[in-house]
């Protein structure tokens, strides 16, 4: 493991990542978790259309974070992990 990763922690990661999105209106801070992501980084948000089809949106963090405050605006948040797999290779 390269010095850089030496600290590398998958839970607290994904503690940040939903402490970001997590609160009520107003007190999400996804500009906190920028630093996880790699500059030319894309973000896939995949769901399905109101006809039935798979649908997907790419966007660069700036624009994701954008795009989950307007989606978010006004809508209390609460993400909580309830299941976890941290496989050991």
Avoid at 17 to 33: D, E, F, I, Q, W
Avoid at 40 to 55: D, H, K, W
Avoid at 61 to 76: C, I, K, P, S, T
């Amino acid at each position: 493991m390269s010095a850089q990763f030496a600290d590398f922690d998958p839970q607290a990661i994904t503690r940040r990542l939903y402490a970001a999105v997590s609160g009520p209106p107003g007190t999400r801070n996804l500009a906190a978790v920028a630093d996880l992501f790699h500059p030319e980084a894309r973000l896939v948000r995949t769901g399905v259309a109101a006809g039935g089809t798979p649908e997907q949106t790419v966007m660069s963090f700036d624009a994701y974070r954008d795009n989950v405050e307007q989606l978010l605006a006004g809508a209390r948040v609460v993400k909580k992990l309830i299941h976890r797999v941290n496989p050991v290779s």
